[in-house]
């Protein structure tokens, strides 16, 4: 009897460990960064039907997955992944009226990759499905504005920050190097104006670095390191025109510093000044909550002098 019943206590053990291991909340940084297939690097202008001839080549519009192959070849469905702000976001590409695709499902694509041919007695019709399906209009400007995408973890250098779990890892090349903990401003949820005390979600790029003696009022704040990130990017100035205060130039000049990876407009309702520093003492997450600062990410003074180095400028910041 007794070996009976530690033979049964240990069943119910090792059940309840699997068990826990199958619903353990995944890894947030692991999800972003290693998705179920390749993203997409960006995306191909979709082809005129109407201009497809018979018998030619039908092309993806990006890396992909297959996802459904229709009856006899002659249609096939791609779902595609892709980095846009802080989100790793879906699309499908359907395509339709082809002839000979030999594809199956869950095969990988590549952005231009054959799918098959222009069916003899068919019209080719491609479209595409962001959280609902585009327009032909709309999916015109779905891939121009979307030619070429980031891929974080081919970055020479990427800093992930999660506010859920106050930390930030640092990657090289898709591989982690730093693993630290983090505070944040002292309102919760993401920036949305100049003095709001909050912390942005979004890509950012490092855009200076300063280390000693820093000037100005809070200096005592800094712990002697400072790295500036160039908020607001072109998703903030998104957000300033729908509420009025950022104009279309404004916005227009936003986007293409970011995207240079240089210092953005700072003198907008947006607001600006977000980085990573130390702080003036030692803090802990149990007595300050990790709400600290008027905006900026806030590390322990001696893992921002480690980190400091190993971050230069250019560096892709990522706050999720």
């Known amino acids: 009897m007794p070996s009976l019943f530690f033979s049964v206590l240990l069943v119910c053990v090792l059940g309840f460990s699997s068990v826990a291991r199958a619903t353990a909340a995944p890894d947030a940084f692991e ?17 005129e039907g109407s201009k497809a001839r018979p018998g030619s080549e039908v092309l993806a519009l990006a890396h992909g997955r297959v996802a459904e192959v229709g009856e006899g070849g002659r249609s096939v469905v791609l779902e595609h992944l892709y980095y846009e702000n802080h989100a790793l976001l879906r699309a499908r590409s359907e395509y339709v009226g082809l002839d000979g695709v030999e594809l199956r499902p869950e095969a990988l694509v590549t952005r231009g990759q054959v799918l098959g041919r222009v069916g003899k007695k068919a019209r080719l019709a491609v479209t595409l499905h962001a959280g609902r399906r585009l327009s032909a209009a709309e999916a015109r400007r779905f891939t121009a504005t979307r030619e070429r995408l980031p891929l974080p973890a081919e970055e020479a250098a990427l800093l992930l920050i999660s506010h859920e779990d106050f930390q930030l890892r640092l990657y090289a090349r898709g591989s982690e190097v730093v693993r630290k903990e983090v505070g944040f401003g002292q309102a919760a949820g993401a920036k949305e104006v100049r003095g709001d005390n909050r912390t942005p979600k979004g890509m950012y790029f490092v855009t200076q670095k300063v280390r000693g003696d820093i000037p100005g009022p809070y200096a005592a704040f800094y712990g002697g390191h400072w790295i500036r990130v160039n908020y607001p990017n072109p998703w903030d100035a998104d957000r300033g025109v729908a509420s009025g205060f950022v104009d ?21 309702r947006l607001g600006s000044g977000i980085g990573l520093h130390g702080w003036a003492g030692e803090w802990t997450l149990a007595e300050s909550g990790g709400r600290l600062s008027w905006g900026c990410v806030v590390m322990h003074t001696p893992d921002i002098a480690s980190l400091y180095d190993q971050v230069p400028e250019g560096t892709m910041v990522v706050l999720f």
């Open 248 to 268: 279309a130039k404004t916005r227009e000049r936003i986007a293409r510093d970011w995207a240079a990876r240089r210092n953005t407009e700072a003198s907008t």
């Open 31 to 47: 999800a972003y960064l290693r998705p179920p297939h390749p993203p997409a690097n960006g995306f191909a202008p979709v082809p």
